[in-house]
């Protein structure tokens, strides 16, 4: 699985700013989410985790807000894989489950590669709950965050 990545050196060292953009192409939440990619990319994993942490509590109830309005509307959960242009308008339209889905992925796997479980196993359980998220894979395909975490958290309950 490709993950979408930018150019870290475009993010400074100030933990706070990775939460709002200076990006013109990203808003805030996207922006969040790649820095998170970005330092799992590079190895970075502590710092993947605490970019995530500090702008976690900006974008996680936009987050459950629009998968909330997507059940309510009994909206079917967003195809994965290869859409058409309309499709993947719609999906990137649910931007922050989508943003929060993905960094909450970051954390859970960059967690479990230190060994730290507990932060794992908590981060993949939030990130299961955000069914509808979908993370745009630059080689032209969305896939499931939420699929992922289940498979991946599954295998570290003994």
């Known amino acids: 699985m490709v993950i979408f990545a930018t150019n870290i050196s475009a993010f400074s060292d100030d933990q706070q700013s990775y939460c709002f953009s200076i990006d013109p192409k990203l808003g805030d939440s996207a922006y969040w989410a790649s820095a998170g990619?970005?330092?799992y990319n590079s190895g970075q994993l502590k710092k993947a985790i605490s970019v995530v942490d500090n702008c976690f509590e900006y974008y996680a109830e936009d987050a459950l807000y629009q998968q909330n309005q997507l059940?309510?509307?009994k909206t079917p959960p967003p195809p994965i894989g290869r859409v058409d242009f309309r499709e993947k308008e719609k999906i990137f339209a649910n931007y922050a489950v989508n943003d929060v889905s993905m960094a909450l992925w970051t954390k859970a796997v960059s967690a479990e590669k230190l060994g730290e479980i507990d932060i794992a196993?908590?981060?993949?359980?939030?990130c299961i709950y955000l069914d509808y998220g979908r993370a745009w894979d630059p080689n032209g395909w969305f896939w499931n965050p939420s699929e992922d975490c289940a498979k991946r958290g599954k295998r570290l309950i003994k």
């Open 71 to 73: 059940k309510k509307a």
């Open 37 to 39: 990619i970005n330092f």
């Open 121 to 126: 196993m908590d981060a993949y359980a939030k």
